[in-house]
C-alpha cells in the first residue's frame, strides 16, 4: 500500500519511543532510571478520581458533545478569566483529548499549505511535526544558553514574512523549563501586534514555576493582544492526569466553532466520565498542585546540582516546568549517540536534543523520585568519564 505522503515526512515522537523501550527494559528486569518522559510520578489526587468514580456510577458514560461537557467548558472559562486575566466565555473553548490534541486539532483548522509558523527552538518534539502534516511550513528560531533559551523581540522581528501565521510561544518551556519575565512577554507582543500575526500560547507548565518566577498569558498582555491570542492548556501536568486524556483551547468563537466541528468527525466528544474529574480538578483546592510543586523544586535543585558537578556537563537552572537541558557538547557526541549510549550503556533514558531542534544538549525529566534521581546522575557521571 502507498502511504500518504503527508505521513511519510512526519518523525515519530522520540520522546515516547524511548520511554517505550525503558519501560521495555524495565520489563525485562533491568535497573532503568528513566528520565525521559515529562510525566508526573504522583497519583492523579483523590478527590479527581473520586469525581470520576461519582460521574461512572451516576450513568456519566455516553457520548456527549464534541465541544465538551457544558459545565467543563463554563469551569475553564472561568479558570482563564479569574487565573489568567483573560476574558473568555464557555463559547470560547473546546475541550480536547489532551493538550496535545488540541493543538494538533487548531493547526488542522487555521493552517494552509503556504502558511508559516515560527517556533523557537529548543522546541516541544511535536510542534514542527503537526505544523507539516498540515502543509504548513515551520520556521525554527534558534536560542541558545546564553539568551536564556528565550527569542528577542528583534529576532521576531526578523522573522516574520508576509506567510507568516503563528508565533507559537510555549512558556514554561519544555524542553529547557526557562519562562519569560512579563517585560518580556510584552517586548514580544508589541513585534506581534505591529505584524498583525497570531499567537499560540502553549500554557500547559503555567502552574510549575520557582523562585518566584511570574507567568503572564500572553493574551492578558491588553485587549489587542487577547484578540491575536489562541490559548492551549490542559491537566496533564499541573494535576498528575497525564493518561486521563484532558486538554482544552480557547479562542475567538468562529476558530472554536471550526475546531468543534472538525472534532466532531475525528474523535466526537472527549471521555465524558473523565470531564467531571476535571471539573473537580478546577472547582476544588489546589492544594495538590502544591505538594506536588514542592516536591519538583526539592528534586530541581538536587539534580541541578548534581549535573553541574559532572565535568564535562552543564545546564542552566529552570525557572518552570519540570525539565533540565544540558549542554554535552564537551562530550564530542551527537546528542542521539550520546542518549542511546546512555541507555544501553547505564540503563538511564533521557531525550536527545536534536528532537527539539538542538542536537547540543539533551532533556531530563525530573519528574521521578530522589532515589532515582540520584541513582540515575551518578551513572550519568560515570557514563560522561568513559567518553571525555
Not at 165 to 181: A, E, W
Not at 215 to 225: I, K, R
Amino acid at each position: 500500500m502507498k502511504l500518504a505522503a503527508r505521513v511519510q515526512q512526519v518523525t515519530p515522537s522520540m520522546t515516547l519511543a524511548i520511554s517505550a523501550k525503558a519501560k521495555a527494559m524495565k520489563a525485562e528486569g533491568l535497573d532503568v532510571c528513566s528520565f525521559s518522559a515529562g510525566e508526573p510520578d504522583f497519583d492523579t489526587p483523590g478527590h479527581i478520581r473520586e469525581a470520576a468514580k461519582q460521574a461512572l456510577d451516576s450513568g456519566k458514560t455516553r457520548y456527549g458533545p464534541a465541544a465538551g461537557e457544558p459545565r467543563l467548558r463554563s469551569a475553564i472559562a472561568t479558570k482563564l478569566r479569574t487565573e489568567n486575566q483573560l476574558p473568555y466565555s464557555a463559547e470560547n473553548i473546546i475541550v480536547t483529548n489532551g493538550g496535545k490534541h488540541s493543538l494538533y486539532t487548531l493547526i488542522m483548522t487555521a493552517v494552509e499549505p503556504g502558511d508559516e509558523v515560527l517556533i523557537p527552538a529548543p522546541y516541544w518534539v511535536s510542534y514542527p511535526e503537526m505544523v507539516k502534516l498540515a502543509g504548513g511550513t515551520p520556521v525554527i528560531m534558534p536560542t541558545t544558553v546564553q539568551s536564556g533559551y528565550k527569542i528577542t523581540p528583534e529576532q521576531l522581528h526578523q522573522a516574520i514574512t508576509p506567510k507568516t501565521k503563528f508565533l507559537i510561544f510555549n512558556s514554561p518551556s519544555n524542553p529547557t523549563g526557562m519562562v519569560y519575565h512579563p517585560d518580556e512577554v510584552k517586548a514580544l507582543a508589541e513585534v506581534v501586534l505591529a505584524h498583525d500575526i497570531w499567537v499560540v500560547a502553549d500554557e500547559i507548565y503555567e502552574k510549575i514555576l520557582y523562585d518566584g518566577a511570574q507567568h503572564l498569558s500572553m493574551g492578558a498582555v491588553s485587549d489587542a493582544m487577547f484578540a491575536r491570542t489562541i490559548t492551549s492548556n490542559g491537566f496533564a501536568k499541573a494535576y498528575a492526569m497525564t493518561g486521563w486524556r484532558l486538554g482544552y483551547l480557547a479562542g475567538p468563537p468562529e476558530l472554536i466553532d471550526a475546531a468543534i466541528t472538525l472534532q466532531s468527525q475525528s474523535t466526537s466528544n472527549v471521555c465524558t466520565f473523565a470531564q467531571y474529574g476535571a471539573i473537580s480538578a478546577l472547582e476544588s483546592s489546589q492544594d495538590c498542585v502544591t505538594t506536588m510543586l514542592q516536591a519538583f523544586a526539592q528534586r530541581r535543585t538536587a539534580i541541578v546540582k548534581l549535573v553541574n558537578s559532572i565535568p564535562g556537563l552543564s545546564c542552566a537552572v529552570p525557572s518552570g516546568a519540570f525539565y533540565l537541558f544540558i549542554d554535552i557538547g564537551k562530550t564530542g557526541l551527537s546528542s542521539m549517540d550520546f542518549c542511546n549510549r546512555l541507555l544501553n550503556e547505564k540503563y538511564v533514558a533521557a531525550i536527545p536534543g536534536v528532537a527539539f531542534g538542538d542536537d547540543a544538549g539533551i532533556r531530563i525529566s525530573y519528574a521521578t523520585d530522589m532515589p532515582t534521581i540520584e541513582r540515575g546522575m551518578e551513572r550519568l557521571n560515570d557514563f560522561v568519564q568513559q567518553v571525555i
